[in-house]
Nanobody
Framework: VQLQASGGGLVQPGGSLRLSCAASGSTFIMGWYRQAPGKQRELVATIVSGGSANYADSVKGRFTASRDNAKNTVYLQMNSLKPEDTAVYYC?????????????WGQGTLVTVSS
């Protein structure tokens, strides 16, 4: 599975951005992770094929993950952005084949929140 992410950029605090990630095939879980400079990669949000989403506490109420299974695409709507949201955001997809988990990663898209 190949993942192509887009939508990052520069935004002022309080602003919004929408990230998109298209997968080349169907997946069970899709989601977003982020890595800020000098920090470890952390989970932002995941969403299963049925639509149930899970969020990091730091983004709950501000970010919304959604997916279009027909397009194998996951979205991350980010509102009320804060400078601490600045990071490279990575799209992740998970397939489970015969009980084995396979993780796939996109190339990353930079989100910068700054005035």
């Amino acid at each position: 599975v190949q993942l192509q992410a887009s939508g990052g950029g520069l935004v002022q605090p309080g602003g919004s951005l929408r990230l998109s990630c298209a997968a080349s095939g169907s997946t069970f879980i899709m989601g977003w992770y982020r890595q800020a400079p000098g920090k470890q990669r952390e989970l932002v949000a995941t969403i299963v094929s049925g639509g149930s989403a899970n969020y990091a506490d730091s983004v709950k109420g501000r970010f919304t993950a959604s997916r279009d299974n027909a397009k194998n695409t996951v979205y991350l709507q980010m509102n009320s952005l804060k400078p601490e949201d600045t990071a490279v955001y990575y799209c992740n997809a998970v397939k489970v084949v015969r009980g084995e988990r396979y993780d796939y990663w996109g190339q990353g898209t930079l989100v910068t929140v700054s005035s």
